[in-house]
């Protein structure tokens, strides 16, 4: 079963995308199951995971009415706010939602790099661990000697860096962002999205400058901790979605079938509690 883990649906009336500025005309609109459909047929995506886009809850919810009514869609990673007095009633009212798989704080936009250690939020990561949800780290490259210690401060806690953690692939910035990498890989459990790698290496991305990053996630990590995404529709303002597919098919061609296997679907399905 091959899934995209990494998609998003919104409708811009709802008027909550704070991030959508206008010079991002491109995908200043809505997208939904109907654009997304032909797309995922044509590559032979079986399902999609529906990931949050606005720091609401009530985007949380729409994605959940999205998903209701989304044969393909099998899960939404959603947001709360994580140091509300009741994020535990809040996180317990949407798991009732069997869709509801795990929660995304928008970490990569909040100006304090260490705001995950806050004490404040530590009721939060008890609950999203006692819950059996998953936690997606929306981080940049400088955010990770401090997403090292949150991950080993809560060990328990079912963590997936998001996108590869952007790393400044547009300015071949690569030792620091690898060496960091590396130690989250080794010292915890982590898993790791293969997505919106397109996005970071900007208008003149090519599968040799890709290549470095994605073959040293696949060394730290393994087949077996990766998992593989679209960041759709953030990905066509560089690439198309059939391109992204025909670059990953061929970045991990030298992978057995099991192998690919895992990071095409199976480890999603893992991780999601699809």
């Given at each position: 079963?091959?899934?995209?883990?990494?998609?998003?649906?919104w409708?811009?009336?709802?008027?909550d995308?704070?991030?959508?500025?206008?010079?991002?005309?491109?995908?200043r609109?809505?997208?939904?199951?109907?654009?997304?459909r032909?797309?995922?047929?044509r590559?032979g995506?079986d399902?999609?995971?529906?990931?949050?886009?606005?720091?609401?809850?009530a985007?949380?919810?729409?994605?959940?009415?999205?998903?209701?009514?989304?044969?393909?869609?099998?899960g939404?990673?959603?947001?709360?706010?994580?140091?509300?007095?009741?994020?535990?009633r809040?996180?317990e009212?949407?798991?009732?939602d069997a869709?509801?798989?795990?929660?995304?704080?928008?970490?990569?936009?909040?100006?304090?790099?260490?705001w995950?250690?806050?004490?404040?939020?530590?009721?939060?990561?008890r609950?999203?661990?006692d819950?059996?949800?998953?936690?997606?780290?929306?981080?940049?490259?400088?955010?990770?000697?401090?997403?090292?210690?949150?991950?080993?401060?809560?060990?328990?806690?079912?963590?997936v860096?998001?996108?590869?953690?952007?790393?400044?692939?547009?300015?071949?910035?690569?030792?620091?962002?690898?060496?960091?990498?590396?130690r989250?890989?080794?010292?915890?459990?982590?898993?790791c999205?293969?997505?919106?790698?397109?996005?970071?290496?900007g208008?003149?991305?090519?599968?040799?400058?890709?290549?470095?990053?994605?073959?040293h996630?696949?060394?730290?990590?393994g087949?077996?901790?990766?998992?593989?995404?679209?960041?759709?529709?953030?990905?066509?303002?560089?690439?198309?979605?059939?391109?992204?597919?025909?670059?990953?098919?061929?970045?991990?061609?030298?992978?057995?079938?099991d192998?690919?296997?895992?990071?095409?679907?199976?480890?999603?399905?893992?991780v999601?509690?699809?």
């Amino acid at each position: 079963m091959r899934i995209d883990s990494h998609v998003h649906f919104w409708r811009i009336e709802r008027g909550d995308y704070h991030w959508m500025t206008p010079d991002l005309a491109t995908i200043r609109r809505d997208f939904g199951a109907a654009d997304l459909r032909p797309l995922i047929e044509r590559a032979g995506i079986d399902g999609v995971v529906l990931v949050q886009a606005a720091a609401t809850v009530a985007e949380t919810r729409f994605l959940l009415e999205q998903a209701a009514a989304c044969r393909f869609a099998l899960g939404v990673v959603g947001w709360v706010d994580m140091e509300a007095a009741d994020v535990h009633r809040v996180l317990e009212s949407l798991r009732a939602d069997a869709h509801f798989k795990g929660i995304r704080p928008m970490i990569h936009d909040i100006p304090r790099e260490h705001w995950m250690l806050d004490d404040a939020l530590r009721p939060a990561f008890r609950a999203v661990v006692d819950f059996d949800l998953s936690f997606d780290c929306l981080v940049r490259p400088a955010h990770l000697p401090v997403l090292l210690k949150l991950l080993e401060r809560e060990p328990d806690l079912r963590a997936v860096i998001c996108h590869g953690a952007k790393p400044d692939i547009r300015s071949g910035a690569f030792d620091r962002w690898a060496a960091d990498m590396e130690r989250i890989a080794d010292r915890t459990q982590a898993f790791c999205k293969l997505s919106g790698l397109i996005t970071e290496a900007g208008a003149g991305w090519s599968v040799d400058s890709l290549r470095p990053y994605v073959d040293h996630l696949l060394r730290i990590f393994g087949p077996g901790r990766l998992i593989w995404g679209s960041d759709w529709p953030v990905l066509t303002m560089t690439a198309g979605y059939d391109e992204w597919v025909a670059v990953t098919d061929s970045l991990l061609s030298g992978l057995s079938a099991d192998d690919r296997a895992k990071i095409l679907g199976d480890n999603a399905r893992k991780v999601y509690r699809l």
